[in-house]
């Protein structure tokens, strides 16, 4: 049987501060890190209609050289959740919903990995390569 001490429990591992470096950073950005692609207007409608009309849209309504043709709405559950965000906090609950999100992401990832090295895990072109292998949807992305 393995001993740990109170003083193990108290304190915080390097994912924990990870977490809290990647959180505060990205607060401190703030609205800087919210419009890089100009997409966030369109997410909060989106979400704004879904929730007040508790159905997805199947036709284009925001562009008017598409309307009413057939639209995929599959960014839906996002749009929804950053909506309440926004609904709740304005503008700072989307940035505390992003901050928190993204600190989360590097939070999973550091711990995903056996014996994964966090200096590594920070220092190194891994995590931005495999930050940018997730976020290749958008070719105008600026990572």
Request: hydrophobic share 50%; aromatic share 12%.
């Amino acid at each position: 049987m393995k001993s740990t001490s109170i003083a193990s429990y108290l304190l915080p591992r390097m994912r924990d501060i990870l977490f809290l470096i990647v959180f505060v950073a990205a607060l401190a950005a703030g609205w800087r890190t919210l419009n890089n692609d100009g997409d966030l207007p369109r997410h909060l409608l989106m979400g704004q209609v879904i929730v007040e009309t508790r159905s997805i849209p199947r036709q284009e309504m925001f562009t008017y050289v598409y309307e009413g043709r057939p639209y995929v709405a599959h960014e839906w559950l996002a749009d929804v959740i950053f909506y309440l965000s926004y609904k709740a906090l304005g503008l700072k609950g989307v940035v505390l919903l992003t901050a928190l999100l993204l600190a989360s992401a590097f939070f999973i990832f550091s711990t995903s990995r056996k014996g994964l090295n966090m200096v590594n895990l920070v220092l190194t072109k891994e995590t931005k390569a495999n930050v940018q292998a997730h976020c290749q949807d958008y070719p105008n992305n600026p990572i």
